[in-house]
Nanobody, 121 residues
Framework: QVQLVESGGGLVQAGGSLSLSCAAS????????MGWYRQAPGKQRELVAT???????NYADAVKGRFTISRDNAKNTVYLQMNSLKPEDTAVYYC???????????????WGRGTQVTVSS
């Protein structure tokens, strides 16, 4: 009932920047938290950053000081600004949202399909 669509991945040289965005749509009453996770080849999916509806953020140690998460509650959209990218940031980046479904007020957790970020050395 809730769909997430990511955009903005691509190929960049080490030290460069990329911006990701993720828009949620569907039967949404509210979105409590949105976030970004990533999965590199042969590794488990890991947290990158999360943000609550009130704007509280949480970052993985590996990206602190380089990545910035933000959101537009009116647009149900979350963004990830990635600066000073490193080859080890190469992964598929997934958007995540948790909230309540409109009408029935049950909780949901949705994932996007992912967008590839490749950082060349």
């Amino acid at each position: 009932q809730v769909q997430l669509v990511e955009s903005g991945g691509g190929l960049v040289q080490a030290g460069g920047s990329l911006s990701l965005s993720c828009a949620a749509s569907g039967s949404i009453f509210s979105i409590n938290a949105m976030g970004w996770y990533r999965q590199a080849p042969g590794k488990q999916r890991e947290l990158v950053a999360t943000i609550t509806s009130g704007g509280s953020t949480n970052y993985a140690d590996a990206v602190k000081g380089r990545f910035t998460i933000s959101r537009d509650n009116a647009k149900n959209t979350v963004y990830l600004q990635m600066n000073s990218l490193k080859p080890e940031d190469t992964a598929v980046y997934y958007c995540n949202a948790k909230g309540l479904v409109a009408g029935i007020f049950s909780s949901f957790t949705s994932w996007g399909r992912g967008t590839q970020v490749t950082v060349s050395s």
